[in-house]
Nanobody
Framework: QVQLVESGGGLVQAGGSLRLSCAAS????????MAWFRQAPGKEREFVAA????????YYADSVKGRFTISRDNVKNTVYLQMNSLKPEDTAVYYC????????????????WGQGTQVTVSS
């Protein structure tokens, strides 16, 4: 069982930056693929970025490539999402997710979810 707690959301102007954090419980954090998804009002939850188990690789949605960076600290059991050059269309609730399998962009492949943190980008 893994419990995930996100933090770091907020209101920022377009072009600004935010750093999201997701703290995970448990002693096998490094064995989990960690991902960030987001959901805007009236839209489906969409994949943003993922970090494979033991930090073997990172993956990004085309819409955030070059602007967002996912990283993980397997000692602190925490995954981060550094978001730069934010755009109003990045406004959404951001969710941290975990699974023990390989990286996938399908939200229903993930077994554990945080409560979400709101990110609002004003124009």
């Amino acid at each position: 069982q893994v419990q995930l707690v996100e933090s770091g959301g907020g209101l920022v102007q377009a072009g600004g930056s935010l750093r999201l954090s997701c703290a995970a419980s448990g002693r096998t954090f490094s064995s989990y693929t960690m991902a960030w998804f987001r959901q805007a009002p009236g839209k489906e939850r969409e994949f943003v970025a993922a970090s494979s188990r033991r930090g073997g690789g990172t993956y990004y949605a085309d819409s955030v490539k070059g602007r967002f960076t996912i990283s993980r600290d397997n000692v602190k059991n925490t995954v981060y999402l550094q978001m730069n050059s934010l755009k109003p269309e990045d406004t959404a609730v951001y969710y941290c997710a975990a699974r023990q399998g390989v990286v996938t962009a399908r939200f229903d492949d993930y077994d554990y979810w945080g409560q979400g943190t709101q990110v609002t980008v004003s124009s």
